[in-house]
């Protein structure tokens, strides 16, 4: 049976400290991990935004990884279309094309 002058001796004080701890650094460390990766992509420019119609944008329209990319809006007068789309280095960018150059997606993903 513990005594209270187990709990107060400096030994036993600090054993119980840094099990506590690891358990909570145990406890913590993936979802802290995941959070840091996921800001990390998406302040490099990795992640492409929530919003937006899934459209192909060919490649008269610039060299880009794969076409897949999201409508995000279109000018008033329907000849400009930004989209967010990956280049070749895997970073989205975010710009203007001709809407000649952007189709709708559709079938399978």
Do not use: Y
Request: aromatic share 4%; glycine share 8%.
């Amino acid at each position: 049976m513990r005594t209270p002058d187990d709990l107060r001796s400096p030994a036993r004080r600090s054993s119980l400290a840094c099990g506590s701890l690891r358990e909570t650094c145990a406890r913590c460390a993936k979802p802290a991990l995941a959070a840091a990766l996921l800001a990390v992509l998406a302040l490099a420019g990795c992640l492409l935004p929530n919003g937006g119609t899934p459209v192909l944008v060919d490649s008269r329209a610039g060299s880009f990884w794969s076409g897949k990319g999201l409508l995000l809006e279109v000018s008033p007068d329907q000849k400009r279309c930004k989209v967010a789309i990956r280049d070749s280095a895997l970073f989205v960018h975010r710009l203007w094309v001709d809407c000649v150059t952007v189709h709708p997606r559709a079938g399978r993903e």
